[in-house]
């Protein structure tokens, strides 16, 4: 089946820990997104990358940094310079016309 | 700026009891507004999109509907299967970022 995978479902980080969550996508897309879901708020989008090798900043790209070294694939990495990093985090890749999400992965700090 | 208002935050309905959802939007240059379905805990899943003020778009009791400054998501006859938060969001025309700007979503409650 064709679509975006997202793991893990779940994440536990420990403070001043580095994390990476993983987005691969079969469907041949070149653009891929990353948003973070927080209760009672809309999408918010992190990063994002229209091709392999080429990544732009969205609107709250403090703290995270992603890859794009392969067309399939967009990591996410959260910092320890991401104070507040409890949401849900979502992975997307673009056709014309509409936008394909994976399942997300909840990060949880503890 | 753009901007992304969707109306109410939450709608609680009986089953077979219809109504409709707003997304009011301000964007500078329009290329779509896209209508999303969420459950709790998945990503959203891709219900329509709509280019230009007039269309309309349908999908089993789902009817989307366009204007210059909002869009409509009419449910028919709702069954409890219905419930979900349903996202709204606008791509704009600026630069070739192609940013989604997404509203808070509604969340919606069909009870039987």
């Known amino acids: 089946d064709g679509g975006i995978t997202q793991s893990p479902k779940y994440l536990f980080r420990k403070e001043g820990q580095n994390v990476t969550l993983s987005c691969e996508q079969n469907?041949?897309?070149?653009?891929m997104y990353w948003y973070r879901q927080d209760p009672g708020q809309g999408l918010r989008l992190i990063y994002y990358?229209?091709?392999?090798?080429?990544?732009q900043k969205g609107d709250i790209a403090e703290g995270y940094s992603v890859s794009r070294e392969k067309k399939e694939s967009f990591p996410l990495t959260v910092t320890s310079a991401q104070k507040n990093p409890t949401a849900f985090y979502l992975c997307?890749?673009?056709?014309?016309?509409?936008?394909?999400f994976g399942q997300g992965t909840r990060l949880t700090v503890v | 700026e753009d901007q992304v208002t969707q109306s109410p935050e939450a709608l609680r309905l009986q089953e077979g009891e219809s109504s409709s959802l707003n997304c009011s939007y301000t964007v500078s240059g329009l290329r779509g507004l896209f209508w999303y379905r969420q459950d709790p805990g998945k990503g959203p899943e891709f219900l329509f999109t709509?280019?230009?003020a007039g269309e309309e778009k349908e999908k089993e009791r789902l009817k989307a509907t366009l204007t210059k400054k909002e869009s409509f998501l009419h449910i028919t006859a709702p069954k409890p299967e219905d419930s979900a938060t349903y996202l709204c969001?606008?791509?704009?025309?600026?630069?070739?970022?192609?940013?989604?700007?997404f509203g808070q979503g509604t969340t919606l409650q069909v009870k039987p």
């Open positions: 469907l041949n897309h070149d653009a």
């Open positions: 969001a606008v791509l704009n025309t600026r630069g070739n970022t192609g940013k989604l700007i």
């Open positions: 709509l280019y230009s």
């Open positions: 997307a890749s673009r056709e014309t016309g509409r936008d394909f």
């Open positions: 990358s229209q091709i392999v090798n080429d990544f």
